[in-house]
Each structure stands twice: as C-alpha cells, then as structure tokens.
C-alpha cells in the first residue's frame, strides 16, 4: 500500500541549531502539505505545495522556517534557527485534487524536541 | 476568523457502549466537513466526510457523523465501542471550497473495557 515517508521519525536539538525535515509523497500526488502539530493540539498548516509551486505559505513563520519542492516530488522542511517553541511534530500529506474535494494522506510525523 | 472546535479533549467509555465526539464549526456559505482518525504512533487517517448530498455518512467500522447545517455541527457517533477505536479523532472543515483544512484540537477516545 502506498503511504507518505517521512524521516526523520524523532529529532532532538538544541536551540539555535538547523534541523531539517524530510518528506515523500505518494506517487502521482501533486499537491503536498506541511502541517505542525503541537502537542494537545489540532494540526495546523504551515506550507501548501502544488507540484514544485507554493500554493499558500501564509502560517510558514519565514524568518526561520523554509520549505522547497523543488522537482514536484520530495519535499524538505527547515529551521534555522531552531526556538522551544518549536517542539512539535510536523505532518507532511499528499493529495490528488487541489481543491477542497480530495482525500490527505498523511506520513507518520517527524516529532522535534528543541532543549 | 474560521475556526473548529470540539468541545471535548478526552472522551472515556467502557466497551459496547454508544460514544458521541462533538465537532462544532464556523458559519459559512459551503463547507466540506471531514473526521480523521490518529491511532497511536501512526498518522491521520481519513475515517468519513461529507462533500454534498445526504447529510448522514457512514465510514467501513460503524462510525457515522450527521452535517447539522443548522446547528453548524458534524458529530461523530458510534453505537457500540470496541477497545480498537482508542484513538485521537480530529474533525476538520474546508471552507468555501478552499483549499486549506483546518482542524480541530482533536479528542481522544479511550475505550475501557
């Protein structure tokens, strides 16, 4: 059965450090999410992906956050530099349809712990 | 702002028992209403939505989830409870035909036997 990787599964780092986020979507999905979930609470997005393009950044904290698709396929997120506050565990999904119709698929999560 | 709440963090029930988690979400022109499923250590999967048509869905495992334009609800409810649907159930809408899903903080449904 396909499914959406994600790697690592657990990062712990100190603030201030980079740390990256590595995701693979389903074959075919054309559009791939970012979602950050902080513990007790809902997920929430942070980047939206259409083939290589952004498509809504709009919660993506850009002063330290960066996201790229950059052949359409595999996706990695970034930090730099890393806060407390960041702890989290950061979903990525993928999907066929673009528009509100489409099942997610989500990966398993990547969790961070920032010290 | 758009937002969607459940009222409920933690929803314990003994097993066979009738279970309800609460999803309430903002007034709009159109929704798309979904509820994904956490189980422990794995990611959300989606169990049921609602798109159009008749406002009842029913997923594979007896769960069901009624859109209340109304009362602008979509609960979740299940007759009878079994120990594997402990989980973390989150309700999600996508409004306006958009193409952002926003989430509620989620419940967690502990089934005792």
């Known amino acids: 059965e396909a499914e959406v990787a994600q790697s690592p599964r657990y990062k712990i780092t100190e603030k201030s450090q980079a740390v990256a986020f590595w995701c693979d979507p389903i074959s075919g999905h054309a559009t791939l999410y970012w979602y950050r979930q902080i513990l007790g609470q809902g997920p929430e997005l942070l980047v939206q992906f259409q083939d290589e393009s952004v498509v809504d950044d709009s919660q993506l904290p850009k002063d330290r956050f960066s996201a790229e698709r950059l052949k359409g396929v595999d996706s990695t997120l970034k930090i730099q530099p890393a806060e407390l506050g960041d702890s989290a565990m950061y979903l990525c999904a993928s999907s066929l349809a673009t528009q509100g119709t489409g099942e997610l698929f989500f990966g398993e999560g990547s969790r961070l712990t920032v010290l | 702002a758009q937002s969607v709440t459940q009222l409920d963090s933690q929803v314990p029930v003994f097993e066979e028992a009738p279970v309800e988690l609460r999803c309430n979400y903002s007034?709009?022109?159109?929704?798309?209403l979904f509820w994904y499923v956490q189980y422990p250590n794995q990611g959300l999967q989606l169990l049921l939505k609602y798109l159009s048509g008749s406002t009842l869905v029913e997923s594979i495992n007896g769960f069901e989830a009624e859109f209340n334009k109304s009362q602008t609800s979509f609960h979740l409810r299940k007759p009878s409870v079994h120990i594997s649907d402990t989980a973390e159930y989150f309700c999600a809408v996508i409004y306006n035909a958009g193409n952002m899903l926003t989430f509620g903080g989620g419940t967690r449904l502990m089934v005792k036997p």
């Open positions: 007034s709009s022109v159109s929704v798309y």
